[in-house]
C-alpha cells in the first residue's frame, strides 16, 4: 500500500492532542449528595485513581481516536495496486458488430466484451473519465468522458450486436481524438478482432486489444438469390453455403418457399471453401425463399437467408406516333411495361377537353403517375402537357419545357458522363446519325448525349425533372439512325423507361445488407409509406416525390413496405458478410501504433485508492462515538418511550 | 430542604406536644416495643425480666431450700411426689428502651427530610416506650452533641413525654456521626442493656463494628434503616463530582446509561448485606422510606418487622 498524499500524516500529531485534552479533562459539574457513601461503594471498583488506566476504560476516547486515525489515513490516499486499467481517461471500443453474437463465449461474445468492461470500470481509479464507442458499422460515442459508474454500466447493459460489420478505424479516430485531449489516455479494444483496420493511424495513447471469443466453428449461407427464367415460367434458387472452419462440415440446408419447406440438402462442406446449391423447382407464385442451415454452429445470425422473387407491377406506356416499328417492337419486348399505342389524332381527340388530367384520366384511369408517354416525332398542339413522365423523341418543334432552334447533320454521337445510368451498358461511339432537331439545352436538363458537327457541340440526349415530373428529350428520330440496328437500342430503350417510371416497386432493391440504407422509389404521388420490419413493428416513412430513404435495417428478415392502397413490396435484409461469418478470433490485431494485446503487455496495473471506504467507516465510528455520548439520554429516550405508547 | 434545618416550627406542630396530636398520641398507646429477650429491669414494670419473680405467670419450679418462701410450695406437687417444690413466677420489671438518633449531616437530606422522619419517629417510639413503664433514654449520635445535651437521661413514665419530645426538637442534624465509634461507645457506657433502636441512614462505614459491638453487649437491637426517597432513585445524568454533604468528599462519576441501574443494584446489595448482617446476629433490620407515613411505618411496617406490638 502507497500513499498519495503522505503530508496528511502530520495529523497525528492530534491523536496525543486528544489524549492529552482527556488527562486534562475539564471539571465535572459538583452535585451535594446526602453521602457519597453509596457511590463510592459503587465506584471503588470501576475507578482507579491512575489517569492512564481511567483512559482504558473510556469508550469515547477510544473511539474519537479511532475516528481521527481512520480519517487521517483516509485523507493520506492510500492506493493498492490492481490488475487493470490504470489510465487516467479510459476510451472501450467495444464491437457491436454482427460475429459478436457468436454464442462460443457465454452467453455472447458481445457479452463477455462487457463483462470485461465492466470489470475493468470496477478496477478503474474512482475519478478516471470513461468514454465508450461502440463499433460496428459506425462507431458511436455512447458515453463520453464520463465518471457516472452507473451511467456507465447502463449504456454497457444497453449495448446490442448490431448486425453490421465492424469498422475500427472510425471508432480509433474517434478515440484518437478524445485521447488528445486528455492525458494519460487508455483505449481498450474488446473485439474478436473481425474488423476493418485502416492501413496506418496515428493514436494517441496507449492502445490495449482484449481478444473475445475462441471458436471458428461457423457455416454461413454466403448467397441466396433468385432468378426468373427469361420468360418467366420457372424460378430458379442459388444459395451458396460458406464453411469458415478448419473443420469439414455437414450441415442440411432447407429451403422454404412462403413459409413451406419444398426441398432440403444435405452437405458436406470441406474445411474453409463453399458449396453451391441450385433450386429450380420453386413453385410460380411464390414470393418469399429462405433458406435455413439447420443445426448449430457458432454464429446462429448467418444460419438464415431470405431472397425475394421480382415483383414488378407492369407500368403503362402511351406511344403517341404516326407508326414506329423499332419502338413498337423494343417497347413491347421490354419486360415490365404495357403499352399503349395512339396516333396523334386519337391523343388530339382524348386531348380535347383540353386539360391533361382528362386526357390521363381517360387513358389510364387511375394511378398515372407511373403513366409514361413517349411522343415520337410528335409534339402535343394543345397548351400544357399531360400529367406523368415525358420521352419527346425528335420533337418537331417547340414546347413549354423546351425550344427548338433548327436542324444538324450528321452528329457524332459521343458520351458525356459514362457513368450516367441512362447509357449504362452502352457503346454509342458506333452509331451514326444522319440528322438530329437541335434543341437549347433547358435549365432543368443534365446532358446525356451530346453531337459534334464542325467543331460545335449539340445536345443529343438530354433528361431531367421538371416539378416532380421525369422529362426526356432524345433529339434524333431513331429511324433516321442506325441505332436501331445495334445493340445499343434496346439497352437504351431500356434504361429510358426505367428511368422514367421510378414509382414501380423495381425501385425497391430486393436485398440488402444490414445497416445498409434502402432508397424506396414509389409513385411519385405517395406521401407515405409503411415499412413493416420483421419483428412486425412498424416505421411510417414520409416520402418526397414518391422517395424515401429507410435506414434501420439493422434486423436480418423480410421487410414489408405498403403505401397507397393495396402497394405492397418486400426486400430482405441477409447477412451475407464473409468478415463477420469468418468469426475465427484473432488474437492480435494487425499492426497499429503503439498497440499492446493482453498476451505481450507490461504487467497491468490500475490504482485503487481506499481513501472512500477508509472515509465511510470514519464515519461510522464517529456516529458510533455520538451515541455512546448521548447513551444516557437514549436510554432515558427509549425507556420513556413504552409509557408514552401505553398512555 | 433549606427550611429542614428548623424543621419544628410551633405553626407546623400541635400545641401540647409540640411532636404529635393528641389524637395520635392515644393511637400510640395502644402499641409497644417488642422486646424479644427478657431482661432485667430496675423497678417493677410490664416487662418479662430474665428474673423470677412475682407474677402471675408460672415460669418453672425447683426444689425448695431452705430459706424459701413457704408460701410458694407447691402443694399439689408435695400431695404427688411428696417433695418440697417451689413454684417460680415470672418477674416483670421495666426495661430501659435505648433510642440512639443519627444526627449527622447526611441526616437532614431528602424530601420527606430524614432528620425529621428520625426525630418523629423517635418520638413516637419514645411515647409508646414511656406509656408502657419503660424508661427511655435518647442519644443522639453526632460528635458536637454527644457532650452538650445530646443525651436524654432515662426517664419513666409518661409524665415525661413533654421532656422526650422538647429534646428532641432541640436536636439538629449538622454534626458528623462516626457511627461506629458512637455505636461502640454507647455499647461500652450502657448501664443495662435492653431493646436499641438505631435509626439513622448507616451511610459511614463501621456501621458493621458498632452493631457488633451493640449486639455483643446484649442489647436487644432493631436498626430503622431510613433512605429518602432520592437517594432510593437518584436522578442524576452526566458526568458529575459529588460532593458529600457531611464529610465533603468528593466522587466523580461518569454519567452511563445505567449509572441509576448500577445504583440502585449496589444499593439492593447493601441492603441485603445489612439484612443478613442483623439477622445473623438477632437483630431486626427494617429498610425504610421517608415516604412512607409514620402512622403506616409505626401501625403496620415496624409491626411487620417485629419491632412493635
Redesign the interface.
Known amino acids: 500500500m502507497s500513499f498519495l498524499a503522505p503530508s496528511a500524516f502530520i495529523l497525528a500529531v492530534l491523536l496525543p492532542i486528544i489524549v492529552a485534552m482527556y488527562l486534562l479533562k475539564l ?17 471503588r471498583d470501576v ?1 482507579a485513581n491512575a489517569p492512564w488506566q481511567r483512559l482504558r476504560r473510556n469508550p469515547l476516547l477510544l473511539l474519537q481516536l479511532l475516528f481521527l486515525s481512520l480519517m487521517i489515513l483516509a485523507l493520506a490516499q492510500p492506493f493498492t495496486w490492481t490488475a487493470g486499467a490504470s489510465g487516467q481517461s479510459v476510451i472501450f471500443i467495444l464491437d457491436t458488430s454482427a460475429s459478436m453474437a457468436s454464442v462460443d463465449a457465454v452467453p455472447t461474445r458481445l457479452e463477455a466484451a462487457k463483462d470485461q468492461a465492466r470489470q475493468l470500470v470496477n478496477g478503474l481509479a474512482d475519478d478516471a473519465r470513461v468514454t465508450v464507442i461502440a463499433a460496428s458499422d459506425q462507431a458511436q460515442v455512447l458515453v463520453s468522458s464520463s465518471q457516472d459508474r452507473r451511467q456507465i454500466f447502463q449504456v454497457l447493459d444497453s449495448l446490442q450486436t448490431s448486425m453490421g460489420g465492424s469498422d475500427l478505424s472510425s471508432a480509433l479516430g474517434l478515440a484518437s481524438a478524445i485521447a488528445a485531449r486528455q492525458p494519460d489516455t487508455e483505449i481498450i479494444i474488446l473485439s474478436d478482432g473481425r474488423v476493418n483496420l485502416p492501413e496506418r493511424l496515428g493514436i494517441q495513447g496507449r492502445i490495449r486489444y482484449f481478444p473475445i471469443g475462441t471458436s471458428e466453428d461457423n457455416q454461413a449461407i454466403s448467397l441466396l438469390s433468385l432468378e426468373s427464367s427469361a420468360g418467366g415460367e420457372k424460378i430458379t434458387a442459388f444459395a451458396q453455403i460458406t464453411n469458415y472452419s478448419q473443420q469439414d462440415a455437414q450441415r442440411r440446408l432447407e429451403l422454404y418457399a412462403d413459409g413451406f419447406l419444398f426441398n432440403a440438402f444435405d452437405l458436406e462442406i470441406p474445411a474453409k471453401s463453399q458449396r453451391a446449391v441450385v433450386a429450380d423447382d420453386i413453385p410460380l407464385d411464390t414470393i418469399m425463399v429462405s433458406a435455413v442451415l439447420a443445426g448449430q454452429d457458432t454464429l446462429p445470425l448467418d444460419d438464415q437467408a431470405w431472397a425475394l422473387t421480382a415483383q414488378r407491377e407492369p407500368a403503362p406506356v402511351t406511344l403517341v406516333t404516326e407508326g414506329n416499328r423499332f419502338l413498337e417492337t423494343g417497347l413491347k419486348l421490354l419486360p415490365g411495361f404495357t403499352v399503349t399505342l395512339m396516333k396523334p389524332e386519337e391523343f388530339e381527340a382524348n386531348f380535347a377537353n383540353g386539360t391533361s388530367e382528362s386526357v390521363t384520366s381517360a387513358a389510364q384511369g387511375d394511378d398515372n403517375a407511373s403513366q409514361i408517354y413517349i411522343f415520337d416525332a410528335y409534339v402535343p398542339v394543345s397548351p400544357g402537357l399531360p400529367t406523368g413522365s415525358l420521352l419527346f423523341i425528335a420533337p418537331p418543334r417547340s414546347t413549354e419545357v423546351f425550344t427548338v432552334t433548327g436542324l444538324i447533320e450528321q452528329p457524332i454521337p459521343r458520351l458525356v458522363d459514362p457513368d450516367d445510368p441512362l447509357i449504362s451498358n452502352i457503346n454509342i461511339n458506333q452509331v451514326n446519325i444522319l440528322d438530329a432537331i437541335q434543341i437549347t439545352e433547358p435549365e432543368w436538363a443534365r446532358r446525356t448525349l451530346e453531337g459534334e458537327v464542325g467543331g460545335n457541340v449539340y445536345p443529343l440526349l438530354v433528361s431531367g425533372k421538371i416539378d416532380d415530373r421525369r422529362v426526356a428529350i432524345l433529339a434524333f428520330d431513331i429511324r433516321r439512325s442506325d441505332l436501331p440496328l445495334q445493340v445499343a437500342f434496346p439497352l437504351l430503350l431500356a434504361n429510358l423507361a426505367d428511368w422514367l417510371s421510378p414509382g414501380r416497386s423495381g425501385g425497391i432493391p430486393s436485398q440488402m445488407l444490414p445497416g445498409a440504407a434502402v432508397t424506396l422509389s414509389l409513385p411519385p404521388d405517395i406521401v407515405t409509406a409503411t415499412v413493416t420490419r420483421p419483428d412486425q413493428s412498424k416505421t411510417n416513412l414520409s416520402l418526397s416525390a414518391g422517395r424515401g430513404v429507410f435506414a434501420d435495417t439493422t434486423q436480418l428478415g423480410v421487410y414489408r413496405v405498403n403505401w397507397g392502397s393495396a402497394g405492397e413490396a418486400h426486400f430482405a435484409v441477409n447477412l451475407f458478410s464473409p468478415q463477420e461469418s469468418d468469426i475465427a478470433p484473432a488474437q492480435n490485431l494487425p499492426i497499429i501504433d503503439g498497440l499492446q494485446t493482453i498476451d505481450d503487455q507490461l504487467p497491468m496495473q490500475a490504482r485503487r485508492e481506499w481513501w472512500r471506504p477508509l472515509g465511510f467507516t470514519a464515519l461510522a465510528f464517529l456516529l458510533v462515538e455520538w451515541l455512546v455520548y448521548q ?6 429516550l427509549l425507556g420513556r418511550m413504552p409509557k408514552r405508547l401505553s398512555l | 430542604m433549606s427550611d429542614s434545618k428548623t424543621p419544628f416550627t410551633p405553626t407546623q406542630q400541635p400545641a401540647r406536644s409540640g411532636l404529635f396530636e393528641e389524637t395520635f398520641l392515644r393511637k400510640l398507646e395502644r402499641i409497644a416495643i417488642l422486646s424479644k429477650r427478657a431482661m432485667a429491669g430496675q423497678l417493677q414494670g410490664e416487662r418479662r425480666s430474665s428474673k423470677r419473680g412475682q407474677s402471675v405467670e408460672f415460669a418453672d419450679f425447683r426444689p425448695y431450700s431452705v430459706g424459701d418462701d413457704f408460701r410458694r410450695i407447691d402443694w399439689n406437687a408435695y400431695a404427688r411426689l411428696e417433695r418440697f417444690f417451689i413454684k417460680l413466677f415470672v418477674e416483670e420489671e421495666d426495661l430501659t428502651v435505648h433510642l440512639l438518633v443519627d444526627t449527622s449531616r ?2 437532614d ?2 424530601q420527606p427530610n ?1 432528620f425529621t422522619y428520625a426525630v418523629r419517629s423517635a418520638g413516637a417510639l419514645g411515647y409508646i416506650a414511656l406509656h408502657g413503664l419503660d424508661r427511655v433514654t435518647i442519644t443522639a449520635l453526632g460528635v458536637y452533641q454527644n457532650g452538650n445535651g445530646g443525651y436524654f437521661s432515662p426517664h419513666r413514665g409518661k409524665q415525661n413525654a413533654f421532656a422526650l419530645f422538647s429534646f428532641l426538637q432541640g436536636l439538629t442534624a449538622d454534626g458528623q456521626a462516626q457511627l461506629g465509634y458512637a455505636l461502640q461507645a454507647y455499647a461500652a457506657g450502657a448501664p443495662r442493656p435492653g431493646p436499641l433502636l438505631l435509626l439513622s ?1 448507616l ?3 463501621g456501621w458493621a463494628n458498632g452493631l457488633t459491638a451493640l449486639a455483643a453487649r446484649g442489647f436487644d437491637v432493631s436498626v430503622l434503616h431510613i433512605l ?1 426517597p432520592d ?1 432510593i432513585n ?1 436522578d ?12 465533603k ?5 461518569t ?5 441509576v441501574k ?2 440502585r443494584k ?2 439492593a446489595d ?1 441492603q441485603e448485606e445489612l439484612r443478613r448482617f442483623c439477622g445473623a446476629r438477632g437483630m431486626q433490620y427494617a429498610p425504610i422510606e421517608t415516604s412512607i407515613p409514620i402512622e403506616e411505618l409505626l401501625f403496620a411496617r415496624l409491626r411487620k418487622h417485629g419491632i412493635l406490638r
Open positions: 471539571r465535572r459539574s459538583e452535585q451535594v449528595v446526602s453521602s457519597v457513601y453509596l457511590w463510592r461503594r459503587m465506584v475507578e447513551r444516557a439520554n437514549l436510554a432515558r | 447526611s441526616m437530606w431528602g430524614k441512614d451511610m459511614e462505614d429518602s437517594e437518584p442524576l445524568t452526566g458526568d458529575l463530582k459529588l460532593l458529600d454533604s457531611e464529610t468528599a468528593a466522587v466523580e462519576i454519567g452511563e446509561y445505567d449509572l448500577r445504583y449496589g444499593l447493601w
